[in-house]
């Protein structure tokens, strides 16, 4: 039986594999090109995990959402530019998506005004980044429902084959 960690500030990674019951040499076993040793230095926070590391272990971890924790605060562009997407509940998302897609209906024509002439001007911009906020609400929401759906497809509470095939006819 793995002796399980005392300390208090764990990673996102170190959680994710207690959570799973590995010890770090069981994890090394698993994810085969990640030593026991180089485990222990990410989930330290001595040396950050390389991209192919952290999707490796979102893989055989069965967790997808290291990947956006990874690109949202380790990765010095995704810090800028991915928002980290919170675990949320399949209905709770859904509510939130009509919420936002309601507003932005409301917002609609007032957007055809600022944009028609190309140029966002005077009184125009503080609708226009309201308008650009709620759009990114929904974009946050669009995320947030992605990565619901692959932690379903990892757990195999949705059958993988078939999503991905429903998803290629899709493209």
């Not at 997407?85 to 309601?102: G, P, T």
């Not at 609609?108 to 650009?132: C, M, S, W």
Request: charged share 35%; proline share 3%.
């Amino acid at each position: 039986m793995p002796r399980l960690s005392t300390k208090e500030n764990k990673t996102v990674y170190q959680l994710q594999r207690e959570e799973l019951g590995l010890s770090r040499e069981k994890a090394g076993e698993l994810l085969g090109s990640i030593t026991p040793e180089r485990i222990e230095r990410i989930e330290s926070g001595k040396y950050t995990a390389h991209p192919d590391e952290v999707i490796l272990m979102a893989e055989k971890y069965q967790a997808p959402e290291l990947c956006n924790y990874y690109c949202s605060n380790e990765c010095e562009i995704g810090r800028q530019y991915v928002p980290q997407i919170k675990i949320k509940d399949l209905a709770q998302i859904v509510l939130e998506m009509l919420a936002s897609l309601n507003s932005i209906e409301k917002r609609r024509e007032r957007l055809i005004e600022i944009t028609a002439d190309g140029k966002i001007e005077g009184n125009e911009v503080e609708d226009f980044v309201r308008i650009q906020e709620e759009l990114e609400r929904i974009s946050v929401t669009v995320e947030t429902l992605q990565l619901w759906a692959e932690q379903k497809v990892a757990s195999g509470e949705i059958d993988m084959k078939a999503y991905q095939r429903a998803r290629d006819k899709a493209e």
